[in-house]
């Protein structure tokens, strides 16, 4: 009985006030699936732990022995206990793991998964491709549909499907953009396909999150910004007056590059 009564009390407390507040926030739709899918998961988890510390205070308090005596006789254990809890614990997995299974499909991976993606969104066809390039120790970012133009931060338009196309120069990256719910692994030699769906304008905190070097600690960028399409329709003007003139000397745009030389044991 206190199990369940403390249950009714503290799961909503869990789902509907504390999961929202674990990151990543609503900067996208991959993000606000990632806070709901983490209210779904702590309100799955507080009646287990509700139930893990009743039983723990229950069994110190009834089963404490308070003066010498002798050993019990051994107990065989409950044959429906055990069944029961075999069902109940293979319920709950199988069930969150095809509630997982759905949430992935539904809205389209927030990971990278190489070039051809497995889930993808409705409406992938229309999206907005961006190139993420990281390199030792930095992350730079190209616009194929704007002539293949590279800035040092990240600009996005505010509801707008994007397709990042995450790779590296050199070494093994990896590109965390932790307010749109985005981690994909920036690997020399492939494209590594995210897709992300903007909401409203904010500033982003990216995050290089795999060690990469003796500067790993000091690769992120919390310049880049998702701003409203008017704004960002003007800030690739005038970026395009900024870095356009050299442009005719970066390599051509291409999904993945290599880097110098190709075979460093030559």
């Avoid at 509700?50 to 229950?58: I, K, T």
Wanted: proline share 8%; aromatic share 10%.
């Amino acid at each position: 009985m206190l199990w369940l009564v403390l249950s009714a009390a503290l799961t909503p407390i869990a789902a509907l006030v504390v999961g929202p507040l674990i990151p990543p926030g609503n900067g996208s739709v991959q993000a606000q699936g990632q806070v709901f899918d983490n209210q779904v998961l702590i309100g799955v988890s507080a009646p287990i732990i509700v139930f893990v510390l009743v039983m723990l205070g229950y069994t110190l308090v009834v089963f404490h022995q308070r003066e010498a005596a002798l050993e019990g006789p051994p107990i065989r254990g409950d044959s429906r206990l055990q069944l029961w809890w075999i069902v109940i614990t293979s319920v709950t997995v199988l069930g969150l793991a095809a509630f997982g299974t759905y949430e992935l499909v539904k809205d389209g991976a927030g990971g990278g998964q190489g070039p051809s993606a497995t889930f993808l969104p409705s409406n992938h066809s229309k999206a907005m491709d961006v190139q993420v390039i990281a390199q030792q120790w930095e992350f730079t970012y190209r616009y194929p549909t704007y002539g293949g133009l590279e800035t040092p931060h990240l600009y996005l338009p505010a509801d707008t499907l994007i397709r990042l196309h995450v790779t590296s120069l050199d070494v093994v990256h990896s590109f965390w953009a932790v307010n749109l719910g985005v981690k994909a692994d920036a690997n020399p030699g492939v494209d590594n396909v995210v897709y992300v769906e903007t909401k409203h304008p904010l500033a982003l905190n990216i995050r290089c999150a795999e060690l990469c070097g003796l500067w790993h600690g000091y690769m992120f960028d919390e310049q880049g910004r998702v701003v409203s399409q008017p704004e960002f329709a003007s800030w690739i003007k005038q970026q395009q007056v900024l870095y356009g003139p050299i442009v005719k000397d970066l390599p051509p745009y291409s999904t993945t590059y290599y880097p110098e030389p190709h075979l460093r044991a030559g």
